[in-house]
């Protein structure tokens, strides 16, 4: 069985940039968003995957993930996948061991933008980058799939540094 171990930080705008790298911007979708069984399809334009997630045990969990075709996803997103759709662009950024994926979100979910880092273990060590924010690993209103029922352009006083 194949397990994700995954921590999930705020980033505040002041304190983290893009600097000219270049991101990947996902439109993601959720065919499914029970905690049990997670079910989502992902694109960025010239690949696409179907993945399942099962129930996250504090910051671990299973998952599978299947290629498949842009036209099949383009399809599910745009006539099956719950709304609104999750749009970001992802960052990759190396720091100390590790490499941090940073998301910065945009449509229903414009504003927040979010650090995370996948370990080989749960208790694993790391270094923190200097823009690191909050965990927010255990806060489900993080999950992407949450973020679907409830945009972070709907909670109170998110403001712009959450970090």
């Avoid at 921590?7 to 002041?14: A, E, I, Q, S, Y």
Wanted: net charge negative.
């Amino acid at each position: 069985m194949a397990r994700e171990i995954e921590r999930k930080f705020l980033v505040g705008r002041d304190r983290w940039r893009p600097n000219g790298k270049r991101g990947t911007r996902y439109r993601q979708g959720y065919l499914s968003t029970d905690p049990e069984r997670i079910v989502r399809v992902r694109a960025d334009g010239t690949m696409a995957f179907l993945t399942i997630k099962g129930l996250t045990v504090g910051t671990s969990r299973s998952e599978y993930e299947y290629r498949i075709s842009v036209d099949d996803a383009d399809e599910m997103l745009d006539q099956l996948c719950l709304r609104p759709l999750i749009e970001k662009v992802r960052y990759r950024e190396a720091f100390g061991e590790h490499t941090w994926e940073i998301d910065v979100f945009e449509g229903a979910n414009e504003g927040l933008v979010v650090a995370e880092i996948e370990l080989p273990s749960a208790n694993a060590e790391f270094v923190a980058p200097p823009w690191l924010g909050a965990e927010v690993s255990d806060d489900p209103r993080y999950f992407n799939s949450n973020l679907v029922r409830a945009p972070f352009s709907t909670w109170t006083g998110h403001g712009n540094d959450h970090g």
